[in-house]
């Protein structure tokens, strides 16, 4: 039997994204087109230049990924799309294009959870890797501890209550007139100061249950630098950078290993952008370790979006419940109906961890 090779879409953000990935670990080709450049001026993803973009760009990524992959549409056995969550108008433009696709192919249509697409971007590199787990899901738009007992079986154990962990690096960096996005400036920024310079708070580190809170953390940063400024003394932007990332940091690493200590699990992932984060990253694998236990996290492109994600997830959510696993080639029919998108299925830009795709 050949290997069942799945076409990924993503439209859910900023980045249009195609890939194509046999089985749901080889990566056969992984193209991503960031539209950073056009939202840059704005310091921020605007929704209706992001849905223009991802027209235009769309086809053209879809080419190149099929190229690159070496394949045509004729080899390709599945087509995966992110359906949620995500800004509604680039959401649909992936999903038509992908519904396009399926419609004059044939092929069946996917839909896939961005979220459990970022946990999934995990099982790419690291194919021994296997439930039960957490997974710290920190990208642009989410925060949350997710409790991943098997494929498809997820509990949210908290989330962020107002900024997702990305939001509040870029939002930082914006204020500090330092890019966009935020992230891998403050992280390189981090690296060259003193996070104990600055005492920052550590929301809701005592409560008990499993969520954050990073708009308080913003402020007190505002707050910060404008008494400096006030005072005429000069801002040490690398000491604020590393103090502001240690507080964020803190907060996600010690409830992080709460949650490994009460579901009595010994490995964590990382997924979404701010996993890319160089701090968080060595703190947390640092701390596994000296538990005896294990960390792991994407490569830096895989964490942030990308579409090999989504082809790894819709090759998952077809497998858990379509037996026996091995498919290969065009074997359409041995694609359980329920795990199959109609073609009336609709972008879902809420669309939770826990919901049916
Ligand atoms: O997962 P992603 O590509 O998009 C969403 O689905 O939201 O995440 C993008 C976010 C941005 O906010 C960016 O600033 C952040 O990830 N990010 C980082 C780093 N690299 C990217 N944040 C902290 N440290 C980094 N090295
Ligand atoms: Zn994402």
Redesign the pocket.
Known sequence: MGEMLILGIET??D?TAAAVVADGKRILSNVVASQVEWHRKFSGVVPEIASRKHVELIGPVIEEALLEANVTLDDIDAIAVTRGPGLVGALLVGLGVAKGLAYATKLPLICVN?IEA?ILANFLEHPKLKPPLIALVV????TALVYMKDFGKYEVLGETLDD????A??KVAKFLGLGY????I??ELAAKGDSEAINFPRAMIKTKNYDFSLSGLKTAVLNYVSQQRDKGKEIDIPDLCASFQAAVIDVQIYKTLRAVREKDVNKVVLA???A???SLRERLKNEMNRQGKELFYPSHSL???NAAMIACAGYYRVHRSCLPPAIGGRQTGEFKEERVCPLDANAEPNLSLIDEV
Not at 164 to 167: H, I, S, V
Not at 181 to 184: A, D
């Open positions: 859910s953000c980045e961005h970022h990208s642009g738009g989410h997702a962990a990305g939001e690096f870029d996005p935020g992230g891998p403050v992280d979404g952008g701010v890319a984060n160089k964490c942030t979006d």
